[in-house]
């Protein structure tokens, strides 16, 4: 609209036009309420100023004038309240199938893998028209992972996973910023996101191919790390079967049942001590401090691709 | 209104009862702690409001070329740090507070005086351990410490700072402390609960959140301290320890926090409406109870600090909706001072000027408070400017604003004499123009996505952040001017009297200014709340 | 029956921006509660990252309380206890006019104190020995059989909380026994009577508050119970 002076980002994701909608009812509303306050301020001061109204009328109150201004407001509020929580919830939950690509911050640039194993920094490329998941972790402090074209953004976290998605509708070259002062540099974190359409999307994979994929390179970590010994692909090991475990209810060994999602596997692998898995000892070794989050994100991958054992073995029948 | 010339035996006041630095030092009296408060808050502004001025200077251009990047993060947090801890929350407790409330009530004093002068004590304590950190070598976490920047990776004078804004804390508590034991126990006879001015309804509410918050935000940051010194692992990932832990223990205080800096600047705008309206509160019950609301629900909202910090989505929902109800009551009352000006008698003194752009400007800011509050909206515009532009406009626009109305309206009653009317009304304007002008171009920023605490941004963010810039320097003259005029009042100011509003309260049946003691003798309180109807109408001569 | 001594201190002490003495007693009570309502929101803070990390990590937790000295904690308890009822006792000495009893009281109360203090000390010696002090000197063997394996570094925020907590609570003892010094002191000479004995309450409240923290610190250090056998 107003190209020399904008007053919004450009709309790239299926989501901005939603909260630029919600955005401007918010501004419509509450220019009206100001602009109702300011000028029955101005009526009231000039219609009653003391040249004019020498002699003021003692007024109590209004039962009924209050209860209009609270509930009215409140009720306005609710409407926002559930808009935006609606934009929320659609914003919290990726869907299923979508492309997945870890991503780590560290002081003070953005390192970025995708699952196909292409690793990009300070710029990531995506393909127009399908939803794309990010699963982020830091490597130091917290940062934040902002793209002001998809009206998205979530912090990334050391220690853990979080996770935002979007669906990019635009062709085009987008900011990334980092959101969450993490030092120096802070300001010089920024990238850019840049949206193709797909069959120059998958030139430039195809340009820019790694040795392997993610899981691949998780594959390999495996077997170096010497995970095989103990979760082997039969009963025998000494540690779970981790076959078809990702997404999967795991029953622990206080009684408790937690979901198997990345950061359920990061622990396992970071802190086994905090989750056993029930029926077994807790004996397996920490990783921590062995590996990079490249190298653990990998792993991660490469665990959540191995396929489902097969029905009537005792690993599935752990997985209730 | 004396404004003959007479020689008079000069009358004994709380400014000439005793002269000399140790009779300030060690005095007991509220009058001259408020005063105290008064030069230790002042001073803090212009610190404050020197870190601004680089930071505004800095963002003239999109490249980082005025101060290294090190610096200018120095320079936002010990802003941040300096306004927050040592202005804005103590400013109208601390100063007006502390010299009105017990004359408001008809008491010779607070109920611990000692306590009073421990808490100013306790203030140059902090913010000597502030400044000392500031001095050699910053800090630069941001006011907010979040972690484990804070415990691990800052190379900055951190636990000196903490342990500053750890001390302040205690003065806010003390000071909390005294309001809330002076106001249940020490009113005068017949000045029952619901004939209080809505002033102390205001600090009292503010009280109970600074008795029941600081302590939490205190040893939070001891604890950021010890995982510096001691590498107690608690808030450190590396080191076992949560980082989201200590978001949630710094924002249960930090969020309430900014509710004990807007009440009492809301109950000096009560105060301000009904006597440049001479008419009583419109609604005085709902304004008193939306105080406590405030104070109350203020408790229960601030993982809404946190929405895209990596809480649960429902955790964040319960949040938004709290969110929301803490914004009514604020609303009632912007409705209510409004309804006291309807049929009433309005004057345009600078203290009702500086109401006006209260409730105007506050409106701004607590509405976009509520765009904030939709979990959508936040997680585009938070940590945005955005949210610089909001906290700006409740806190700048509102809560400094208030403070101004209040020094102007009780000025002639501290000091005895007025200001020059002319000048002040010119830095009203000059405040309320250069305000609006730094800060409603960033809420633009914000929405186009320029994230807050960065030192250079790209091109496009440069208009703007000129626009910024050149309100700021208009909003400088607007705080200079009055440092000037109100100095100038002292020695050439014409004299009050007792009552230059003709105010209904009990601090205006006491000369200005007042003796030591406040009352010869303790009134007997048998009206309302500004009883206006009941006031003998005179003309408001005195400084005009 | 009191002497012209405490008579004298009981008018001095009246501060006149009170109306009578009744409201400086009354007003005084009210601001000790008020000022131990901000302590439990201080201790609170400590007692919230606590409880989150005993969820969080809760075999660390039980493997560092296997540490703590349990027979030590419980004379300790036993201490503060009886300096509760030996303070408790010195305020109502104070109430019946009774000031030798009362002085006796209250120096009772005060070799309590120095009791739990020396105890602590002692307590804190041998972790300090075992390097049982957070920090890059920290020291825990994991792997007894009888207890799964777990992660130092989460028994070293066990005890880093454990030193924090103690050492506040320790640290608000060495400030109460200083105030029940000085109600010794004054008290010696007269200072307190029937007809002027806040203070003696008020402190009296603040030491109950102390024995109160540590009721509940016992047991959440101490006595953190194993599940496993």
């Known amino acids: 609209m107003w190209k020399n002076f904008p007053l919004f980002p450009e709309r790239a994701s299926a989501l901005a036009g939603q909260v630029d909608g919600l955005y401007f009812f918010l501004v419509a509303v509450s220019a009206f309420f100001t602009v109702l306050i300011f000028v029955t301020i101005f009526v009231f001061a000039i219609k009653y100023r003391h040249e004019n109204n020498p002699h003021p009328t003692p007024i109590e109150g209004s039962l009924p004038l209050e209860l209009t201004w609270t509930l009215i407001p409140l009720g306005i509020c609710m409407i926002f309240f559930a808009w935006g929580s609606l934009i929320y919830f659609q914003e919290g939950r990726a869907p299923r199938g979508a492309m997945e690509v870890y991503g780590v911050g560290k002081q003070w640039m953005w390192k970025f893998e995708h699952a196909t194993g292409q690793r990009e920094i300070n710029q990531l490329h995506v393909p127009i028209g399908r939803d794309v998941k990010m699963i982020m972790s830091s490597q130091d402090v917290i940062h934040s992972f902002f793209v002001p074209a998809f009206r998205i953004k979530a912090d990334v976290l050391p220690g853990r996973y979080t996770t935002t998605w979007f669906h990019p509708t635009k062709e085009g070259t987008y900011h990334l910023f980092c959101a969450e002062y993490c030092g120096t540099q802070h300001s010089g974190m920024i990238g850019e996101v840049v949206v193709m359409d797909p069959s120059a999307y998958q030139a430039w994979l195809t340009a820019n191919a790694t040795t392997g994929s993610l899981s691949a390179t998780g594959q390999q970590m495996f077997t170096q790390m010497g995970c095989e010994t103990c979760h082997r692909s039969d009963t025998q090991g000494r540690g779970p079967n981790l076959a078809g475990i990702f997404g999967k209810q795991v029953t622990l060994d206080d009684g408790r049942t937690v979901i198997a999602d990345e950061n359920y596997i990061r622990e396992s692998i970071l802190n086994p001590a905090t989750k056993v898995v029930a029926g077994f000892k807790p004996i397996m070794p920490t990783y921590q401090g062995q590996m990079s989050e490249e190298n653990l994100a990998a792993l991660v991958e490469y665990i959540k691709s191995l396929a489902q054992p097969q029905p009537g073995s005792q690993s599935a029948a752990m997985m209730q | ?544 | ?229």
Not at chain 2, 75 to 82: D, K, L, N
Not at chain 2, 474 to 484: C, E, K, Q, R, S
Not at chain 2, 488 to 494: E, I, P, T, V
Not at chain 3, 97 to 114: E, P, S
Request: proline fraction near 5%; aromatic fraction near 16%.
């Open chain 3, 1 to 229: 029956m009191a002497t012209s001594t405490e008579i004298q201190a009981a008018e001095r002490s009246f501060q006149h921006h009170f109306a009578s003495i009744e409201q400086q007693r009354d007003t005084a009570t009210f601001g000790m509660w008020m000022f131990l309502l901000t302590e439990i929101m201080f201790f609170g803070g400590l007692f919230c990252s606590y409880l989150v990390y005993r969820h969080n990590y809760y075999e660390a937790f039980v493997e560092g309380s296997q540490k703590m000295n349990i027979i030590l904690g419980a004379v300790n308890t036993a201490v503060l206890i009886c300096s509760s009822l030996s303070m408790a006792m010195g305020v109502r000495a104070a109430q019946m006019g009774n000031r030798k009893l009362m002085v006796i009281l209250l120096l009772i109360t005060i070799v309590f104190g120095f009791g739990f203090l020396g105890i602590k000390a002692v307590e804190y010696h041998e972790h300090w020995t075992n390097h049982e002090f957070p920090g890059p000197n920290f020291h825990f063997e994991t792997g007894d059989p009888a207890h799964p394996a777990t992660d130092p570094l989460h028994t070293e925020i066990y005890f880093g909380l454990y030193w924090a907590m103690t050492g506040l609570h320790a640290l608000h003892m060495i400030i109460g026994i200083g105030l029940v010094t000085w109600l010794v002191i004054a008290g010696m000479r007269g200072a307190y009577s029937p007809m002027y004995y806040s203070p003696v309450e008020n402190v009296g409240l603040y030491w109950h508050f102390v024995d109160l923290v540590w009721i509940y610190l016992f047991p959440l250090l101490y006595l953190i119970s194993h599940k496993h056998s």
């Open chain 2, 1 to 544: 209104m004396a404004t003959a010339v007479q020689p008079v035996v000069e009358r004994e006041t709380y400014l000439n009862s005793n002269y000399g630095l140790k009779s300030w030092l060690l005095t007991i009296d509220h009058k001259r702690i408020a005063l105290l408060y008064l030069m230790s808050i002042t001073a803090m502004f212009w610190l404050g409001g020197f870190f601004a001025m680089l930071i505004r200077l800095e963002l003239l251009t999109p490249a980082g070329d005025l101060l290294s990047s090190d610096t200018y993060n120095k320079m936002f947090t010990m802003h941040g740090i300096t306004m927050v801890f040592f202005f804005l929350i103590p400013s109208v407790p601390a100063v007006i507070g502390n010299f009105v409330i017990p004359l408001m009530i008809g008491a010779k004093d607070l109920a611990f005086p000692r306590l009073n002068l421990a808490s100013w004590y306790i203030y140059m304590l902090g913010a000597g351990l502030a400044l000392w950190g500031f001095l050699f070598g910053g800090v630069d976490t941001g006011w907010t410490f979040y972690t484990p920047f804070s415990t691990a990776y800052s190379n900055t004078h951190v636990v000196t700072v903490a342990l500053g804004i750890f001390v302040v804390g205690f003065s806010s508590i003390f000071t909390g402390l005294n309001f809330i034991v002076t106001i249940h126990r020490m009113r005068a006879p017949g000045l029952t609960w619901n004939r209080l001015p809505l002033f102390i309804w205001s600090n009292y509410a503010a009280s109970l959140i600074m008795v029941l918050g600081t302590p939490v935000v205190a040893i939070t940051l001891l604890l950021v301290a010890f995982e510096r010194l001691f590498h107690i692992g608690v808030f450190n990932p590396a080191l076992g320890g949560d980082p989201l832990l200590f978001q949630h223990l710094f924002w249960f205080y930090s969020h309430p926090a900014v509710y004990i800096m807007i009440l009492p600047g809301m109950g000096v705008i009560s105060e301000v409406v009904t006597c440049f309206s001479r008419k009583r509160a419109f609604g005085y019950e709902f304004v008193a109870l939306a105080s406590i609301a405030i104070a109350v629900l203020g408790f229960l909202v601030w993982a809404h600090h946190m929405f895209v910090a990596g809480i649960s989505m429902y955790s964040a929902l319960v949040f938004s909706l709290l969110s929301y109800f803490v914004a009514i009551p604020s609303a009632v009352k912007v409705f209510n001072w409004t309804a006291t000006m309807y049929k009433g008698s309005v004057r345009f003194d600078t203290p009702m000027l500086y109401a006006w752009a209260f409730i105007g400007l506050f409106t701004v800011g607590g509405l976009t408070g509520v765009f904030l509050a939709s979990l959508g909206i936040d997680v585009h515009v938070t940590d945005t400017y955005f949210v610089v532009a909001h906290f700006h406009f409740v806190m700048v626009g509102g809560m400094v604003v208030a403070y101004l109305a209040g020094l102007h309206f009780w000025w002639p009653k501290i000091t005895g004499k007025m200001y020059p009317e002319a000048p002040a009304k010119l830095s009203a304007l000059l405040v309320f123009v250069g305000f609006n002008l730094t800060f409603l171009p960033q809420f633009v920023l914000g929405y186009m996505g320029m994230p807050r605490r960065y030192h250079a941004y790209p091109p496009e963010f440069q208009v703007l952040n000129v626009l910024s810039t050149a309100g700021a320097s208009v909003l400088a003259v607007g705080y200079v001017l009055p440092m000037i005029y109100f100095l100038w009042s002292l020695r050439y100011g014409k004299d009050a009297g007792p009552n230059p509003w003709n105010a209904v309260g009990l601090e205006w049946m006491t000369p200005s200014p007042p003796p030591t003691h406040n009352f010869d003798e303790t009134p007997v309180v048998t009206w309302e709340a500004y009883d206006y109807e009941h006031q003998p109408q005179e003309e408001i001569t005195v400084g005009h």
